[in-house]
């Protein structure tokens, strides 16, 4: 994704500098939102609202990324940062083993699922987790032995239980899912997921 941005932000630059003025040309983003909403049918928890309707962080996300400054981002990051929930009852850690399943699912909120059928999390779409699992993406950084090198501190529970919740509040128009935020994940997925990254049990840890 950096390329594009790298490239959208040089072509913009060379426009400047070449005193072209940008033409008012068609709205594609219009387009695109009025054919979502016209051309595209809800089934089950494929929602035609999930893609056609933009929360105001996805709004300003949305925008060429040169255009977005600093201040943007800082500004993003807390809003996010208040809607986190965390545990009311002090329980942080779950079962490791749960959170692995949850870690290998890659299921939910398609047209195919049950309305309120059970989400996974498909963490390793994006993340290394564990060493003996070969096939795993690598948009997010790897997590492997992230509880080995992190230990157990208060702040350090917090922030991965934070960072899970609502991956925005610590990084503006961040690629992983808001999982709590978003409802994709229960409380209690969060739990497990948590300890898979955080228990020195943890395959993750060894
Ligand atoms: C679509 C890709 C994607 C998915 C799916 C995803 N992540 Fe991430 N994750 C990222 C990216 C990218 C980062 C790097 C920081 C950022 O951009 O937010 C990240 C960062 C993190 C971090 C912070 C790491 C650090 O060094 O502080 C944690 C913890 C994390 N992810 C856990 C998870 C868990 C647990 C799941 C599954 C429930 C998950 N991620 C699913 C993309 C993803």
């Not at 996974?120 to 992230?146: M, T, V």
């Amino acid at each position: 994704m950096r390329h594009i941005d790298k490239a959208a932000a040089l072509l913009i630059a060379g426009a400047c500098t070449m005193g072209v003025a940008a033409a008012a040309g068609p709205d594609y983003g219009k387009m695109a939102h009025d054919m979502l909403s016209s051309d595209f049918r809800s089934k089950g928890p494929a929602t035609v609202e999930r893609v056609s309707q933009q929360d105001d962080v996805q709004k300003i996300c949305s925008e060429q990324p040169a255009a977005r400054a600093r201040k943007v981002d800082a500004k993003i990051e807390a809003s996010q940062l208040k809607t986190i929930v965390y545990p009311a009852d002090g329980v942080w850690l779950g079962k490791w083993e749960e959170g692995e399943k949850i870690a290998q699912n890659g299921r939910g909120m398609q047209s195919s699922d049950a309305v309120g059928s059970v989400n996974g999390g498909n963490c390793y779409a994006c993340h290394q987790l564990r060493k003996d699992e070969i096939s795993f993406g690598n948009i997010g950084p790897s997590l492997y032995q992230y509880g080995k090198l992190r230990g157990q501190s208060a702040e350090i529970v917090r922030y991965t239980w934070g960072k899970i919740f609502n991956s925005q509040a610590f990084r503006a128009c961040s690629s992983m899912p808001r999982f709590g935020h978003n409802g994709i994940l229960t409380e209690a997925q969060i739990r497990d997921v948590m300890a898979l990254l955080l228990d020195p049990a943890s395959p993750v840890n060894q």
